[in-house]
């Protein structure tokens, strides 16, 4: 027995030292030989989806990303009363560039089972990609039945027309009956409201015989109602829409950035043309928002402007959808 295990010993030291030593250092050098050089893999860019669809109950939801721009911000645009370093403080508490921006345009298609609805029509124009994003999600401009208009600003209305003809041929439009009537009237073809105005005739006037007009509380179709929230424009339109006791708030430009305008609401914002009216109205909506816990989709919010108004001590901020409206 004393015998066998004495000659048994260093058979084993002898197969430890192959796999600990020299064995073990020779196998980086094999692999290295049996390992082909590659070269590195190219950069392919940023990229980022553009369309989301969510379940609304017995609805289809679908947000399209018309296009993004970059720009220096977000002061002066957002936090116009206030200085430079308050903003810029703001933005890196929230890890954002404090010099740098990027806005997003975003369009929205609620499916109802019996119409199909289009709410802003985008950029147009080289700027937007409304109609290439709506083949993506599996639409045609001829599927659309009705077009709802939130506010007469250009990245809302600047998709409506191409080429002189309506993009959208088979539609009704919708919108509200002040925001209309400012736009449209000949006394904004002058002074600060020409440019806006000027759009107004070409995109939205010559389709004021397929218009229905609206105010607070009125009825789109059934589940999609209209809620006013002036102040961005005098006649900005929100519109709630319900199916099946689940609700989403498509709140166009009543916040423009998801913390500028949400964490801060009661600072200016360059393109609010009643800036306290609109300080009041974001207010009131986050409070009902976040009250109620109803989504919110917002046309200026990041991709997909899916989100969720959360309380804070003494403010709110933005949450964005994970999976609460996923089918199942």
Same mark, same amino acid.
Do not use: C
């Given at each position: 027995?004393?015998?066998? !295990? ?7 030291? &002898? ?13 980086? !050098? ?17 990229? !980022?989806?553009?369309?989301? &669809? ?6 289809? +939801? ?6 993004? $721009? ?29 010099? $740098?921006?990027? %806005?997003? %345009?975003?369009?929205?298609? +609620?499916?109802?089972?019996?119409? #199909? ?5 985008? #950029? ?5 990609? #409304?109609?290439?994003? #709506? ?26 027309? &191409? ?8 539609? $009704? ?30 995109? +939205? ?33 929100? %519109? ?49 928002? !976040?009250?109620?816990?109803?989504? +919110? ?13 959360? $309380? ?17």
């Amino acid at each position: 027995m004393t015998k066998s !295990a004495s000659t048994s010993t260093p058979s084993l030291t &002898r197969r430890m030292a192959l796999a600990t030593g020299a064995g073990a250092l020779a196998m980086p !050098a094999l692999i290295g030989r049996a390992t082909p050089v590659r070269a590195a893999a190219p950069m392919l860019g940023v990229s !980022a989806p553009t369309f989301r &669809r969510v379940q609304l109950g017995s609805f289809e +939801v679908t947000t399209l990303l018309d296009g993004t $721009r970059p720009a220096d911000g977000p002061h002066p645009i957002f936090g116009e009363d206030q200085s430079a370093e308050a903003v810029q403080a703001l933005m890196a508490e929230n890890k954002l560039p404090e010099t $740098r921006a990027l %806005f997003y %345009f975003t369009p929205t298609i +609620v499916n109802t089972g019996s119409e #199909l609805v289009l709410f802003d029509a985008g #950029l147009g124009g080289d700027a937007g990609s #409304l109609v290439s994003q #709506l083949d993506a999600a599996g639409y045609t401009p001829d599927q659309i039945d009705i077009v709802v208009i939130t506010h007469m600003h250009p990245d809302h209305i600047g998709g409506l027309m &191409r080429d002189g003809a309506a993009t959208f041929p088979n539609a $009704r439009y919708v919108t509200g009956q002040v925001e209309y009537d400012f736009w449209s009237a000949e006394d904004r073809l002058s002074g600060p409201t020409e440019r806006v105005a000027t759009l107004v005739q070409s995109n +939205v006037v010559p389709l004021a015989d397929q218009m229905t007009f609206l105010g607070d509380g009125d009825d789109v179709v059934s589940g999609i109602t209209a809620v006013g929230a002036f102040g961005h424009t005098p006649g900005h339109m929100t %519109f709630m829409i319900e199916s099946d006791g689940q609700q989403i708030l498509i709140w166009a430009d009543t916040a423009n950035h998801f913390v500028a305008s949400i964490q801060r609401p009661d600072w200016h914002v360059r393109f609010d043309m009643d800036k306290e009216a609109a300080a009041e109205t974001r207010k009131r909506l986050f409070d009902m928002a !976040a009250t109620d816990a109803v989504a +919110v989709i917002g046309y200026h919010m990041p991709f997909p402007a899916i989100g969720y108004i959360m $309380r804070t001590a003494d403010s709110w901020r933005w949450e964005p959808l994970s999976y609460q409206l996923s089918a199942g």
